[in-house]
């Protein structure tokens, strides 16, 4: 079983059973949807899921696509679109109570991936800012 929620503790979540995929998404949707170049997607089945506590705020951001987040800290939290993915939710999983116990596993929707996230490699890199 894997627990999460969000930010703020408003919501909480469970979900039993394994995993149906972790991916990195690289959608120009997910980018709007969470202000960040990717998302990590932790993919279960509906009936393997429910929300414990609190009510997710919902949007209908393009026809049979849902995301769900947090209407107090405004933390994403869930993504469903029974025609592209017919009976899963998927979690971001980052708002897993351990999200290294899930990791991606793949990239997807590299046609929209941002440029300069091929050159990650090549930057710099802080254990925290720079100069504290």
């Given at each position: ?35 960040a170049p ?13 929300v414990t ?62 440029a300069w ?16």
């Amino acid at each position: 079983m894997a627990t999460g929620g969000c930010r703020c503790g408003a919501i909480r979540y469970e979900v039993t059973g394994n995993a149906v995929h972790n991916a990195l998404c690289h959608c120009r949707d997910c980018q709007l949807g969470s202000g960040a170049p990717m998302v990590a997607w932790m993919a279960a089945k509906a009936d393997d899921f429910r929300v414990t506590k609190g009510e997710p705020v919902v949007f209908n951001g393009n026809g049979a696509s849902f995301r769900q987040f947090c209407g107090t800290c405004g933390t994403p939290l869930f993504f469903v679109n029974e025609e592209v993915l017919p009976g899963l939710v998927d979690i971001q999983s980052v708002t897993l109570d351990d999200p290294d116990a899930h990791p991606p596993q793949a990239q997807i929707q590299v046609a929209e991936r941002r440029a300069w996230m091929t050159k990650l490699g090549e930057m710099p890199e802080f254990a925290r800012f720079p100069g504290m």
